[in-house]
C-alpha cells in the first residue's frame, strides 16, 4: 500500500570492563534516530508533530510510487528498463511477500532493510523488545536465500568472539583461522549497545571495508554482508551509548513501532491458531530471490540517473545540518553519499530510472537522523534531530 511521507515515518544496534557509560537523552526513540532504514519519512505522531523516529513504509509495487513524483519521467531521462530490470525488481520486491507469512506489518522496515542491502549499507534498528525484529531478519535472509548469524552482545563478550582467531590444531600443531559470526550474509547484532566499546569497534572495519583484521593479516568477508544491529530505547541500565563513528557507519536507522491494532490481532490470533514463526522456513518462508539477483538489482541502481541539480540539493541539505545553530554535530560527507544512494534505490524499487528531490526528502530522516547532535541545552527543551530536518527541508530550496 503506497503511504506518503505524510502518512508514514517509522522506517528507521556486568562483570567486566568498564562501568556503563552515562546515558546521553538524545539517543532515546524520538530524539535522534527515529528514522533509520529505508525509505518513506516517519509518520505524525499522536499529537500531530511528526514523530521522532521511524522509518518509512516499504516502497509500493513499481506502479504506486510512494511519494509525489512527476507522472512522466522528463523527455531526457532513459526509458525504464524492461526484461531483465524489471524480473530483477519483481524478485526483490517478492521478498516483502514472503517476510510477511511470518511478520505482520512492518513494511517500512522491510523496505528499509532491504534498500540498505541493494546498496551495501548497514542499519540500526530500534524497538522495544518483542516486535518482531530479530524475526524480521531471519525471515529477509531466507527469502533472499542469505547465510544469517546472530549474535547476542553481552557485557562480557570479546572482539574474537565476533571476528574469530587463530586455534592451535592438536594434529598439525599449527595455528588455523576459525571464523566469528561476522563470515555471513546478515549479521544480527543483537542489542549492540550492551557491549563494551572495544567490542563494538570490532565490526568498524567489517562495515566500512568488508574485511576482518585478525593478528595482523586481513581476510575479507562474505558478499553481499549487512550488519542489521538492534538496541532497546527503553531500556539504558548497564548500556554503552554507540559513539558517533560508529552511528555513521550505519546507513538508516530504523525505528521499528507497535503494531496497530488491526495488526496486533493478527499476531495473536496467528499464535491461537498454532502459527508461531520462530522458525521462518518451517513458516513457509521460501528463497524468491539470491545473491545473483541482489548483484543485478545492485548494478541496476548504480545506474538510476541523477542530475546535477538533484547533487547540488543532496549536498545543500548535507551542508545544511552543520550550519543549523541548533546542531553541536551535522551530517558528514559520508552522509550526504548515503542519502543520495539510499535515493537512488528508493526511485529503483519504486520503478523509476531517476531520482527526483521527493526521494531524497522521503528517505532523509532515516538516514540523517542519527548523525546529529543536537545542542544539549536544546535537549532539555525538546528539541530533537527529527525536528531539526524537518525545519531544514523545509527551508532548503527545491530544485524545479
Not at 5 to 13: F, I, L, S, T
Not at 107 to 126: A, F, K, P, W
Not at 139 to 155: E, Y
Not at 182 to 205: M, S
Request: charged share 20%.
Amino acid at each position: 500500500m503506497a503511504e506518503t511521507p505524510e502518512h508514514r515515518e517509522h522506517w528507521a544496534p556486568g562483570p567486566h570492563g568498564p562501568p556503563p557509560a552515562p546515558h546521553r537523552p538524545r539517543d532515546e526513540a524520538g530524539g535522534r534516530g527515529g528514522h533509520l532504514g529505508s525509505p518513506p519519512p516517519p509518520p505524525p505522531a499522536a499529537d500531530g508533530a511528526p514523530a521522532a523516529g521511524p522509518v518509512p513504509s516499504g516502497p509500493p509495487p513499481s506502479t504506486a510510487p510512494p511519494v509525489a513524483a512527476p507522472t512522466a519521467p522528463p523527455a531526457s531521462s532513459p526509458a525504464p528498463a524492461g526484461g531483465d530490470a524489471d524480473a530483477a525488481r519483481r524478485a526483490v520486491l517478492a521478498v516483502r511477500d514472503e517476510i510477511a507469512k511470518v511478520v505482520v506489518g512492518q513494511d517500512g522496515t522491510v523496505s528499509g532493510l532491504v534498500s540498505s542491502l541493494l546498496i551495501g549499507g548497514h542499519v540500526l534498528l530500534e524497538g522495544v523488545p518483542g516486535v518482531a525484529k530479530t524475526l524480521l531478519v531471519k525471515a529477509m535472509s531466507a527469502a533472499l536465500d542469505l547465510r544469517f548469524s546472530r549474535v547476542q552482545f553481552t557485557p562480557d563478550l570479546m572482539p574474537s568472539d565476533v571476528t574469530g582467531q587463530l586455534v592451535l590444531d592438536p594434529s598439525n600443531r599449527h595455528f588455523e583461522f576459525r571464523e566469528g559470526p561476522l563470515f555471513t550474509n546478515v549479521l544480527l547484532a543483537d542489542e549492540i549497545n550492551r557491549t563494551p566499546p572495544k567490542t563494538q569497534a570490532a565490526l568498524l572495519e567489517a562495515m566500512e571495508e568488508r574485511q576482518v583484521s585478525v593478528e595482523g593479516r586481513s581476510r575479507a568477508l562474505p558478499r553481499p554482508f549487512m550488519v542489521v544491529a538492534t538496541q532497546n530505547p527503553v531500556e539504558h541500565e548497564g548500556t554503552y551509548p554507540l559513539p558517533e563513528a560508529q552511528l555513521d557507519r550505519f546507513l538508516f536507522k530504523l525505528v521499528v513501532p507497535y503494531p496497530n491494532v488491526g495488526e496486533e490481532r493478527e499476531v495473536v490470533k496467528r499464535h491461537h491458531v498454532g502459527a508461531i514463526p520462530h522458525d521462518p522456513v518451517d513458516a513457509g518462508v521460501r528463497p524468491v530471490a539470491g545473491p545473483a539477483d541482489l548483484a543485478e538489482a545492485a548494478a541496476q541502481v548504480e545506474r538510476v540517473r541523477v542530475d546535477d541539480v538533484v547533487v547540488d540539493y543532496v549536498v545543500a541539505v548535507a551542508r545544511a545540518t552543520r550550519d543549523a545553530p541548533s546542531v553541536l554535530l551535522g551530517a558528514s560527507p559520508r552522509g550526504a553519499v548515503a542519502l543520495l544512494n539510499a535515493a537512488k534505490a528508493w526511485a529503483w524499487l519504486s520503478g523509476r530510472p531517476y531520482v527526483t528531490p521527493d526521494e531524497v526528502k522521503a528517505v532523509a530522516r532515516p538516514v540523517l537522523a542519527h548523525r546529529l547532535v543536537v545542542r544539549p541545552e536544546l535537549e532539555l527543551e525538546g528539541l530533537d534531530a527529527a525536528r531539526v530536518l524537518d525545519t531544514i527541508l523545509g527551508t532548503v530550496p527545491v530544485p524545479r
